[in-house]
Nanobody, 121 residues
Framework: EVQLVQSGGGLVQTGGSLRLSCEASGFISNDYAIGWFRQAPGKEREGVSCVGIGDGRVYVKDSVKGRFTISSDNAKHTVDLQMNSLKPEDTAVYYC??????????????WGQGTQVTVSS
């Protein structure tokens, strides 16, 4: 079983930056991916970014490209999401998630507790 513990997030003004971290514990194989999703009030949960632990390939949602960067430290089993130039529409609860596979073909089985990100205008 895998446990995902999130940290970071909070309140920031438009144009500001925040960093989210996700620490994974338990058995994680090389064929594993960790992603970040977000859910805004009244909206569906959407994928934001993903990194393959084995192949290192990265996926970033178009609307956050150039502003969000995902990185992983395989030795520490952590995945960070650096969010710059934040906009009010980035306001949401952010979740990290993990599952077997790669970012193009993954079944997310485990989820973090969620972290609120609020961007004020």
């Amino acid at each position: 079983e895998v446990q995902l513990v999130q940290s970071g997030g909070g309140l920031v003004q438009t144009g500001g930056s925040l960093r989210l971290s996700c620490e994974a514990s338990g058995f994680i194989s090389n064929d594993y991916a960790i992603g970040w999703f977000r859910q805004a009030p009244g909206k569906e949960r959407e994928g934001v970014s993903c990194v393959g632990i084995g192949d290192g390939r990265v996926y970033v949602k178009d609307s956050v490209k150039g502003r969000f960067t995902i990185s992983s430290d395989n030795a520490k089993h952590t995945v960070d999401l650096q969010m710059n130039s934040l906009k009010p529409e980035d306001t949401a609860v952010y979740y990290c998630t993990g599952g077997e596979g790669n970012c193009r073909d993954v079944s997310y089985d485990y989820w973090g507790q969620g972290t609120q990100v609020t961007v004020s205008s």
